[in-house]
């Protein structure tokens, strides 16, 4: 589940609705620059038209103009649910930040800037100095859009507080490294596995269709082999009707660079996912793959290039295993709902004196950031930290790092 509204899963593309003509046109001149891709160099890797489809400039998902995030968009994410969720991770962030020789975050994919804003709000009411708040966006247009929200909302103060970065700094900083639903949207690969063995998702062009689908292929690359061999073992049989799921193989060098780049601090991944052991589980026959489409899940990546998010589930076991190559320290591993607990949010609830309306309104929010059906339990916090051993306080209510 991406988002509080995006329930309405229709399996079949067809249910759902039609975009206006210029997204179409859009769509179909990113359809063309992926299909000039495979004519010239065979079929795609699932991650690399997934980039495409979302990073090609101007034209990606990520990259157009199109309205993404919010009521107006295709989802909505916990910052834009309700400001308690950066609040809360403001706070948490906070514990951190006054240890820290200097006070840094660095933010990576801030979406419309609204947490960014939030928790920079927090800081200034909770008297906690900042010295950059940096943000890593690839997409031109949120940037943009971002850059609007700071200014809106914040005094020149703060505002001249963010700095948006190209890339991570050469020489190591103190900070709090957040990414609040980045892992999902970064490209991951396909897997097949049938009781004669595993085979790779492929994107190919059906000239008959039309259309892109599907090609599996034999699996060729070293880490993918070790993978799904490691799969097929513990799913035991697997029946005529297959097995897909999907492995990202890009969290590894994205935190290793992160380790890099940080001499001490904590890294804070918020996403929905699982532990290894939940995600893989051989009941999960047609894997963790969601597309979102005008506040509509479904599972169909080929509809509409450049129109609709692509996404899969975070194994956060694998997370935990690349952080602790990458040199950091699993400090902790829970629920959405227990970390905002942890971190202030029934102080957060609406004031008695505020008008029923706005204190029905908090109530609402408190409920879809937290209730288990909600964004509550299938989002998890994963905390990593750097030359930082003090305990995080957001996993001092349940820490499940037994279950990764
Ligand atoms: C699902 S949106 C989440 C936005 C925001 N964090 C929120 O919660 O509303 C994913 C964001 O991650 C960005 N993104 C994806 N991969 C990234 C990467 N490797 N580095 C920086 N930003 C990235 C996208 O452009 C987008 O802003």
Known sequence: MKSALAKNHANSPKNLPEPSDQAKHLSNLLSKRITKQIKRHGDLKFSKYMEMALYTPELGYYASALPKIGLGGDFITAPEVSPIFSRCLARQAIQVLAKLEEANIIEFGAGQGTMAKDILLELNNLQQPIHRYYIVEISPDLKARQKQTIEEHLAPELIEKVVWLDELPSTP???VVLANEVLDAMPFERIRIEPDGAMQGY???DDDKQAFDWDYQ???EKPLTSFTNHLIKYLGEVSDLGYETEINLNIKPWLKTISASISEG???LIDYG???????????VMGTLRCHYQQRAHSNPFFYPGLQDITAHVDFTAVAEDAYDSGFKVAGFTTQAHFL???GLLEMSADPNSQVTDQLKVAQQIKTLTLPDEMGENFKVIGLTKNFDESLVGFSIRDLRHQL
């Open 173 to 175: 900083i103190s900070a």
């Open 203 to 205: 994107v190919k062009f």
């Open 218 to 220: 034999p699996i060729t």
């Open 266 to 268: 904590a890294v804070l």
């Open 274 to 284: 699982y532990s290894r052991h939940e995600y893989y589980q051989p009941a999960r």
């Open 341 to 343: 607990m942890a971190t």
